[in-house]
């Protein structure tokens, strides 16, 4: 429990070291220590449960005036690439509004992808965020690697000795490479970062929790 605790505060730490807008007045900008953010999180089952925590968290911290609206579906449906093409759902409309409004600060989704086009969605949903959000950070959460009783096979299946040299592979090799690289490129303004909430399962894991 208290490593969980720990990797939830280890996310809100660097979702809150993101800058803010400077042009804000002295009357109402609050010090930046304490000034939360509004956010924007889209997901599945992996991304909801640290993205209810955040709220708590800044709470916890003695952050004032941080809200999140949290949208989340099971599975795929919670990739970006399917919050954006199924476009007749209440939930793409629903991020689509939020967005319109103006006044995010902070967009976070997760790496969920279609193999053969791995950024298709998140650069929708950027390019979409930037009309109205121009000073927007984005976030990608790399999540843990499903059914942990796999692991060991995964990893030898895909040439490592362990799940953490797998998962490794796949934070820089996949998701920076072929996700992060590529949109830093086509939003070279807009600070794009990531999460790799997944490396806090391997110490749970191994703590059975």
């Keep these: 429990m208290k490593k969980l605790k720990f990797m939830i505060a280890a996310v809100m730490l660097v979702f809150l070291s993101c800058s803010k807008d400077d042009n804000l ?6 010090p930046s220590e304490t000034q939360g953010y509004n956010m924007l999180l889209i997901g599945n089952s992996f991304f909801k449960p640290y993205a209810q925590k955040l709220d708590e968290m800044a709470v916890d911290a003695g952050f004032v005036n941080h809200i999140s609206t949290r949208i989340t579906r099971g599975g795929d449906n919670g990739r970006p690439i399917n919050f954006w093409n199924d476009s007749d759902s209440a939930e793409h409309s629903l991020i689509k509004s939020i967005l319109d409004q103006g006044d995010i600060d902070i967009f976070g989704m997760t790496a969920g992808h279609d193999p053969d086009d791995r950024i298709t969605g998140h650069r929708a949903w950027i390019e979409y965020a930037l009309q109205n959000n121009p000073e927007i950070n984005i976030f990608i959460a790399i999540p843990q690697i499903d059914f942990p009783e796999t692991w060991d096979s995964l990893a030898q299946a895909n040439g490592f000795n362990t799940i953490q040299e797998y998962y490794d592979y796949a934070v820089n090799n996949i998701v920076h490479d072929s996700i ?3 949109l ?4 070279p303004n807009t600070k794009i970062f990531t999460v790799p909430t997944g490396w806090a399962s391997f110490d749970l894991a191994q703590m059975k929790l």
């Design 184 to 187: 830093r490129t086509e939003f």
């Design 25 to 30: 007045t002295e009357e109402t900008q609050q």
């Design 180 to 182: 992060v690289d590529p």
